[in-house]
Every structure is written in structure tokens, then in C-alpha cells.
């Protein structure tokens, strides 16, 4: 099956520094989602982003579907960024779907 | 917006009790899901509903059991509970896969925090 991994696992910041998450997938997907999930343990919907490059504020993230990476750009980082960051890919086999995480880049940015 | 809610953030239950946690989505959505989070583990699928009294078990359905009677409301029932049971359980809710790609966009709960003694 398809294999989703996340680098790097474990990131500190200083807060205002910037930082750039990857995540690799194995083979073709359907779509990709970017997660926060937070201290309290809710997953927050960041982006949700299949191909091509969207802005939100301090975050950007861009899919290179043909070359099967994504990235998550975090600028001037805030204390409230810290948390666990996930990718998820969607993938299809033999007409089902099927959701596959990574594992994860936990963040931490202190003041 | 969509929202997901789940009916406790928190639960300490005894080995043998029958528990019940409750999902309910609120945006008609199809699918819907129950993963269990554990240090070092990831996320994991127990079971999903793609329709009204559908199931279908995920990765990890042993010790678990499901029900959609509504649309907007997905039950996990651990008909035993177990220590090992102990985890964070998160219910997602997703339309269905279709021809548009947006359908696959996922929308988790809260969570809830099962401690089994």
C-alpha cells in the first residue's frame, strides 16, 4: 500500500523563525490534507490541497502531485503553532478509498 | 462551517463496562469515521459508514462494533472495555468520494479521551 512519510519528526523554533514540513507519498494519490492538531488533541483542517500552491495567513502549502511531496511552510512562527502536524492522502484501490496518514512532525516553538 | 462534535472530551470507564461514544456531524456528509490515536501508532482506522446502517471495518475492528441509525450520527460501542482500550479516539466525517476531489476533504471532532481502569 501507499506509504506517507513526514519529515523531519521532531522540530524546535524560536518564535518569529520559519520552517518548511514535507511529506512523501509512495505512489499516485486522490488528494492531500494538511492537519494541526493541537495540545488538546482536535485535528484542525489547514489546507486541503491535491495539487498546486494555497496561502492562509503565516501558512502556505504547496502539492507536487507528479513528483508525489508536499510541502508546509510555516512563517514567523507563533507559540500557538506547537503541535503535531499530519498530511493525509486519499487513495483508491479497486474502487474503495481509502484515508492514510503520516506520522506526524511535532513542533514546538518556544518564546 | 462543518462540525463535527463527539459527546465527551473525557471518560474513565471500568474493564468489562460497555461503552458508548457518539458522533454527530451536522453537513449531510456520507461518510464517517472512527480512528483511534496512540502514542507511537499514528492514527488508526476502526471503522468507517459510507451510508445509513453501513459499516465497514477498518484496520483495527477487534474489540469494537459500530451503528448508523441517522445520517449525522455514528456510535462506537466497546462492548467489553479493555485497559488496552485506553486511547484517543476521533470521529471524522467526509462527503463521498466522487468524480470532484473535494469530497475526500475530511473534518475531525474534538476527541475523546477514554481511560479504561
Known amino acids: 500500500g501507499i506509504q506517507v512519510e513526514q519529515s523531519p519528526p521532531d522540530l524546535i523554533l524560536q518564535e518569529g523563525a520559519n520552517s518548511t514540513l514535507r511529506c512523501n507519498f509512495s505512489?499516485?494519490?486522490?488528494?492531500l490534507q494538511w492537519f494541526h492538531q493541537n495540545p488538546w488533541g482536535q485535528l484542525i483542517n489547514l489546507f486541503y490541497?491535491?495539487?498546486g500552491t494555497k496561502q492562509n495567513g503565516r501558512l502556505s502549502a504547496t502539492t507536487v502531485a507528479t513528483e508525489r511531496y508536499s510541502l508546509l511552510y510555516i512563517s514567523s512562527s507563533q507559540t500557538t503553532d506547537s503541535g503535531v502536524y499530519f498530511c493525509?492522502?486519499?487513495?483508491?484501490?479497486?474502487?474503495?478509498?481509502?484515508?492514510?496518514f503520516g506520522t506526524g512532525t511535532r513542533l514546538k516553538v518556544l518564546a | 462551517d462543518v462540525k463535527v462534535t463527539q459527546s465527551s472530551r473525557y471518560l474513565v470507564k471500568r474493564t468489562g463496562e460497555k461503552v458508548f461514544l457518539e458522533c454527530v456531524q451536522d453537513?449531510?456528509?456520507?461518510?464517517m469515521f472512527w480512528y483511534r490515536q496512540d502514542p507511537g501508532l499514528g492514527l488508526r482506522l476502526i471503522y468507517f459508514?459510507?451510508?445509513?446502517?453501513?459499516?465497514e471495518k477498518g484496520d483495527i475492528p477487534e474489540g469494537y462494533s459500530v451503528s448508523r441509525e441517522k445520517k449525522e450520527r455514528f456510535s462506537l460501542i466497546l462492548e467489553s472495555a479493555s485497559t488496552n482500550q485506553t486511547s484517543m479516539y476521533l470521529c471524522?466525517?467526509?462527503?463521498?468520494?466522487?468524480?470532484?476531489?473535494?469530497?475526500?476533504?475530511?473534518?475531525f471532532g474534538p476527541g475523546t479521551r477514554l481511560t479504561v481502569l
Open positions: 471524522a466525517s467526509s462527503l463521498r468520494p466522487g468524480v470532484a476531489a473535494s469530497y475526500n476533504e475530511q473534518f
Open positions: 505512489d499516485s494519490v486522490n488528494n
Open positions: 490541497i491535491p495539487s
Open positions: 493525509a492522502v486519499v487513495a483508491s484501490t479497486s474502487g474503495t478509498y481509502k484515508y492514510i
Open positions: 453537513m449531510d456528509h456520507e461518510n
Open positions: 459508514s459510507y451510508d445509513v446502517k453501513m459499516k
